[in-house]
């Protein structure tokens, strides 16, 4: 079985100021790892990924996450925060097959203040 | 190339009725998955169909139902409706042995 914790359900920033949001997982078998974004009343789009390549993994928009096994770790974070980032971010895990499925954490409330 | 679509976007229904989603994959994905979202249970698999046939579902009661379509295109049905099954229906779709899940923008249910 797999799980997904996301620590924090919102995080406050600065403008300008570094983005790290949490994710741990646990996964029996080596993982794929993602990052999905939600803006208000839309889909999730994704962030970035990482299946079993480079370990620090760039995405869209300036966000990079870096797996750690030792840590069981999926952090992501972004150098300088901007009023757009302000959405809600689900880490999400599968397994090499995926036919079970994504299982996401609860998601974090990113809050961008001015 | 066209996303994943989804309709209606927003339906309201009353306790007891049944309803029907649609979701249109990407063209040339073959692999459709629907998810629940909710304030309390966050996002939830539901199932995945891939040409025509259920692969896996998730935790849910048997009025959750679904099929898919020759053209990939799959309908999600549920029965029964309860107040509980307000939600946000996600469905998305990938490649064939691909590992990336792109979503569409959803289906707002309200269940009165």
């Known amino acids: 079985a797999q799980s997904v914790t996301q620590l924090g359900s919102h995080v406050s920033v600065s403008e300008g100021a570094l983005v790290l949001l949490r994710c741990n997982y646990s996964?029996?078998?080596?993982?794929?790892l993602f990052w999905y974004v939600q803006y208000p009343n839309q889909g999730l789009q994704l962030l970035l990924k990482?299946?079993?390549?480079?370990?620090l993994v760039k995405g869209i928009n300036g966000f990079e996450a870096e797996f750690k096994k030792s840590e069981t770790s999926f952090h992501l974070t972004k150098p300088s925060a901007h009023m757009s980032d302000a959405a809600e971010y689900f880490c999400a895990v599968s397994d090499r097959g995926g036919a079970d499925g994504l299982t996401f954490g609860k998601g974090t409330h990113l809050i961008i203040q001015p | 190339k066209a996303g994943v679509t989804q309709t209606p976007r927003y339906l309201i229904k009353t306790r007891g009725q049944q309803v029907t989603l649609s979701c249109s994959p990407i063209s040339g994905h073959r692999s459709v998955s629907w998810y629940q979202q909710t304030p309390g249970q966050g996002l939830q698999f539901l199932f995945e169909y891939f040409s025509e046939t259920q692969r896996n579902k998730g935790n849910f009661p048997g009025r959750f139902s679904g099929r898919q379509f020759s053209n990939s295109r799959s309908e999600m049905n549920v029965s029964t409706l309860e107040l509980g099954d307000s939600a946000l229906y996600l469905c998305a779709s990938r490649t064939t042995g691909g590992e990336t899940q792109y979503f569409g923008p959803g289906t707002r249910l309200l269940v009165l």
């Open positions: 996964s029996s078998v080596p993982p794929y």
């Open positions: 990482y299946t079993s390549a480079a370990t």
